[in-house]
């Protein structure tokens, strides 16, 4: 199985409800800046695929919720690519607290061409791209995921 990339951010205080926890849907919030850092680490600037003709759009997400993160932890976003299908791609992610793992979740993105705002192949450059990050096996819940795609 290939390495997830990882990506580090710290709690702010906006973040999080009136419990004193990070409010629950700011973890897509996370998952989306984790798979901008990703994918500028792999394939470059994501502006430079738009002015190419080609955006993403999000299809699916979920998150499982594990445990509390709090203002000022640092959480750690490891972000693996589960699939690579013809349009679309899935994502896991695992928020980690040192090594307490607080927040699951995966998203499923489909590529489009920008101007159309239609269903387009994954380029193949962004393929070759984002392999390194590639997980070797698909789970059968994820293979599930990718049958709209």
């Known amino acids: 199985m290939s390495a997830p990339f990882t990506h580090v951010l710290r709690v702010r205080y906006g973040e999080c409800d009136p419990q004193g926890v990070v409010f629950n ?3 897509f919030a996370y998952f989306d800046v984790a798979l901008t850092e990703l994918w500028r680490d792999a394939v470059g600037p994501y502006t430079e695929m738009m002015e190419a003709g080609v955006d993403m759009v999000v299809a699916e997400a979920r ?3 594990l445990g509390p993160a709090w ?6 976003i490891d972000v693996l690519v589960t699939r690579l299908g013809t349009t679309s791609m899935i994502t896991k992610m695992s928020v980690r607290r040192a090594e307490t793992v607080v927040v699951e979740g995966e998203m499923r993105h489909v590529f489009i061409d920008a101007a159309a705002k239609r269903k387009t192949e994954i380029p193949a450059y962004i393929r070759r791209a984002l ?4 997980a070797a096996e698909e789970s059968a819940e994820e293979a599930a995921w990718s049958t709209s795609a």
């Open 71 to 76: 203002f000022d932890d640092e959480l750690a």
């Open 25 to 27: 849907a700011n973890y």
């Open 63 to 65: 998150a499982r919720y």
């Open 131 to 134: 392999e390194r990050y590639l």
